[in-house]
């Protein structure tokens, strides 16, 4: 006879592993986090450029988001000029949060605003050979 307080063997309790529960993903629902819309004051020749650049990349956000990636592993930065006052725009993109941060980052450590990190991503992705 066994002892009331052993486990049996083949009980659900004796093969609880230590791996966490992971959330069902639904059909279409990628890796990716989900995007978040943000305001940038931008040149408008910028503007311009990226929607030109949006059906290349499917969409404006896409088109900076991998802008950013490039720019954050290049040696050297392109250099981007002052911009008129009067040419600047206000616009909203849907970004993941991961590029929100990229563009905050460069804005406060290599240019002076995120209008300028977005015109040097837009210089990334025009350049033929990127270092």
Do not use: W
Request: glycine letters at 8%; a positive charge; hydrophobic letters at 35%.
């Amino acid at each position: 006879m066994k002892p009331r307080n052993s486990k049996p063997r083949n009980s659900k309790r004796g093969r609880e592993s230590k791996v966490p529960r992971l959330r069902p993903r639904r059909r279409g629902q990628g890796d990716i986090e989900p995007t978040t819309p943000k305001s940038y004051t931008l040149p408008f020749a910028a503007l311009l450029e990226i929607r030109r650049l949006a059906g290349e990349y499917g969409s404006q956000g896409r088109a900076l988001q991998v802008g950013v990636e490039l720019l954050i592993r290049m040696r050297k930065l392109p250099a981007v000029g002052a911009v008129d006052s009067d040419t600047l725009v206000r616009m909203t993109y849907k970004l993941t949060p991961r590029t929100i941060r990229l563009i905050d980052g460069l804005a406060s450590t290599h240019y002076d605003n995120a209008g300028q990190v977005i015109s040097a991503c837009l210089k990334t992705l025009s350049m033929k050979k990127i270092n």
